[in-house]
């Protein structure tokens, strides 16, 4: 069982509640940088191509990221999270790696912030993911033919904790969902859609100005 089956109810359980709390303002005109490492985890299944006949599996991968957020009124900000590129393995499932492939998921989210002044912050926040591919390599059973994957448009979701430092830095843990699917083809031909849609999880040092 992933690590991520067990955090993400957690969070979002731990975000739920706090609603309940009283929120204390982050100020409007404020902004924040996190810097931390997240890991994409694609899910299991990544669905087929060749009308149904490969099956797909695409493996995870760390990388640093940093986010900046602005709040637009108390407690609610728009975030920005970028990271270094990520690289995935593509296997088809009883062949093997057929390829590697390197991308960015730029995603913009807004978000409000629980408690925002207490020692423990949660936060949700839904937004939209771009994502870019690109570096794309053949091995295997694909060696030397031409990969190509589209670039893809999606919603997303954010719930996090930020456990207070100082009056100035915190702590976050978080969890992020992407709804990232791509459009595959080989040496020119469509092959289908690489459904990805993977939880981010990871931890950041966020600091404010």
């Given at each position: 069982?992933?690590?991520?089956?067990?955090?993400?109810?957690?969070?979002?359980?731990?975000?739920?509640a706090?609603?309940?709390?009283?929120a204390?303002?982050?100020?409007?005109?404020?902004?924040?940088?996190?810097?931390?490492v997240?890991?994409?985890?694609?899910?299991?299944?990544?669905?087929?191509?060749?009308n149904?006949t490969?099956p797909?599996?695409?493996?995870?991968?760390a990388?640093?990221?940093?986010?900046?957020?602005?709040?637009?009124?108390?407690?609610?900000?728009?975030e920005?999270?970028?990271?270094?590129?990520?690289?995935?393995?593509?296997a088809?499932?009883?062949?093997g790696?057929?390829?590697?492939?390197?991308?960015?998921?730029?995603?913009?989210?807004?978000?409000?912030?629980?408690?925002?002044k207490?020692?423990?912050?949660?936060?949700?926040?839904?937004?939209?993911?771009?994502?870019?591919?690109?570096?794309?390599?053949?091995?295997?059973?694909?060696e030397?033919?031409?990969?190509k994957?589209g670039?893809?448009?999606?919603?997303?979701?954010?719930?996090?904790?930020?456990?207070?430092?100082?009056?100035?830095?915190?702590?976050?843990?978080?969890?992020r969902?992407?709804d990232?699917?791509?459009?595959?083809?080989?040496?020119?031909?469509?092959?289908?859609?690489?459904?990805?849609?993977?939880l981010?999880y990871g931890?950041?040092?966020?600091?404010k100005?």
């Amino acid at each position: 069982m992933h690590m991520t089956n067990k955090l993400v109810p957690a969070l979002l359980a731990a975000a739920l509640a706090a609603a309940a709390l009283p929120a204390a303002a982050q100020s409007a005109g404020d902004w924040t940088v996190a810097i931390g490492v997240h890991q994409v985890d694609p899910k299991s299944d990544n669905g087929k191509l060749a009308n149904g006949t490969l099956p797909l599996a695409i493996d995870s991968d760390a990388k640093p990221s940093i986010a900046f957020e602005y709040f637009l009124k108390d407690n609610l900000g728009l975030e920005v999270l970028g990271a270094l590129p990520f690289k995935h393995d593509i296997a088809v499932k009883g062949v093997g790696k057929v390829g590697d492939t390197k991308h960015l998921p730029p995603t913009f989210t807004l978000q409000y912030h629980f408690n925002s002044k207490g020692k423990v912050s949660p936060l949700l926040g839904v937004g939209l993911n771009y994502t870019t591919f690109f570096s794309e390599n053949t091995t295997g059973a694909l060696e030397d033919a031409r990969l190509k994957l589209g670039d893809s448009w999606g919603l997303s979701a954010h719930a996090g904790l930020d456990f207070k430092v100082s009056d100035k830095s915190s702590i976050r843990v978080d969890v992020r969902w992407a709804d990232i699917d791509t459009k595959v083809k080989v040496d020119g031909a469509k092959l289908g859609t690489a459904n990805i849609d993977p939880l981010v999880y990871g931890a950041a040092y966020v600091m404010k100005f």
